[in-house]
Nanobody, 124 residues
Framework: QVQLVESGGGLVQAGGSLRLSCAAS????????MGWFRQAPGKEREFVAS????????TYADSVKGRFIISRDNAKNTMDLQMNNLNSEDTAVYYC?????????????????WGQGTQVTVSS
């Protein structure tokens, strides 16, 4: 198993930036593909970005492409999400997740482990 803890959320003005981090503990981190999801009030959880175990391949939702950057440091057991040019539609609870088999990584069904989430609020 792997345990995931997100940090870095907060309140930011539209156009600003935030950097989220996900710290992993437990089983070897670099076994897992990793992803970020988010859930806004009254909406379903949606895919934001994913990264393969090596960090060699990344995928982004269209809504964040060009604004968000996902990265990982396997030596430190961490994954980050740099979020730039934020807008009110980015307001949500952000979750990091780990995928044992790195399949269907754009779907929540592809992930086995989840963090508790961190709130991101963008004020206009």
């Amino acid at each position: 198993q792997v345990q995931l803890v997100e940090s870095g959320g907060g309140l930011v003005q539209a156009g600003g930036s935030l950097r989220l981090s996900c710290a992993a503990s437990g089983r070897t981190f670099n076994y897992y593909g990793m992803g970020w999801f988010r859930q806004a009030p009254g909406k379903e959880r949606e895919f934001v970005a994913s990264i393969t175990w090596s960090g060699g391949s990344t995928t982004y939702a269209d809504s964040v492409k060009g604004r968000f950057i996902i990265s990982r440091d396997n030596a430190k057991n961490t994954m980050d999400l740099q979020m730039n040019n934020l807008n009110s539609e980015d307001t949500a609870v952000y979750y990091c997740a780990a995928s044992t088999w790195s399949r269907r990584m754009s779907s929540s069904e592809g992930y086995d482990y989840w963090g508790q989430g961190t709130q991101v609020t963008v004020s206009s």
